[in-house]
């Protein structure tokens, strides 16, 4: 089992800045790529951003030059730092880790924290 925890979010003016972080642990053998998905009230789930193990990134054009993400290899932690926040960033922040189990795994596996709520209003 993976446990995926996830913290960091809040209430934040618009403008400001938030800092999420989402820590993986349990039987993990391997991840490689960790993301940050939303959901705001009456909309799909969308990816936000996501990182691989080599450092790669991508993100969802709304947040570009933004919004950063980053990892730590070492904790299987990621980090999503928020700049510039807008109202239209409000929404549960979800982390998403996939990894492999151990060095025979054929397939990943997904795991996902519980969600942590982000509001920017004035």
């Known amino acids: 089992q993976v446990q995926v925890v996830e913290s960091g979010g809040g209430y934040v003016q618009p403008g400001g800045s938030l800092k999420l972080s989402c820590a993986a642990s349990g039987s993990i053998f391997r991840i490689t790529t960790m993301g940050w998905y939303r959901q705001a009230p009456g909309k799909q789930r969308e990816l936000v951003a996501a990182?691989?193990?080599?450092?790669?990134?991508n993100y969802v054009d709304s947040v570009k030059g933004r919004f950063t993400i980053s990892r730590d290899n070492a904790k299987n932690t990621v980090y999503l730092q928020m700049g510039s926040l807008k109202p239209e960033d409000t929404a549960v922040y979800s982390c998403n880790v996939r990894y492999y189990t151990t060095m025979y795994s054929l397939r990943p596996s997904d795991a996902w924290g519980q969600g942590i709520q982000v509001t920017v209003s004035s």
């Open positions: 990182i691989v193990s080599g450092g790669s990134t």
